[in-house]
């Protein structure tokens, strides 16, 4: 699925009418090939993985050593 952003200068206190048009990707395409297009590698520190909870919570560090 293509995003089409495009950005718009409006006038303030102005009712606009809004038309959403659907628009079809012609071509054949696999389920590899959609996922492709979300796939990424993101940058961060190597024990993401094992202390993820840290990153995205804050929560304290696992102690080293310990085998889970």
Do not use: C
Not at 11 to 19: A, C, I, Q
Not at 55 to 61: Q, T
């Amino acid at each position: 699925m293509a995003m089409y952003l495009e950005s718009v200068d409006l006038e303030l206190n102005v009712r606009y009418l809004v038309t959403i048009e659907r628009r079809e990707e012609k071509g054949q395409q696999n389920l590899w090939e959609t996922l492709n297009k979300f796939s990424g590698k993101a940058d961060g520190p190597e024990d993401w993985s094992k202390e993820h909870d840290h990153y995205l919570y804050g929560v304290p560090k696992r102690k080293k050593g310990r085998i889970d």
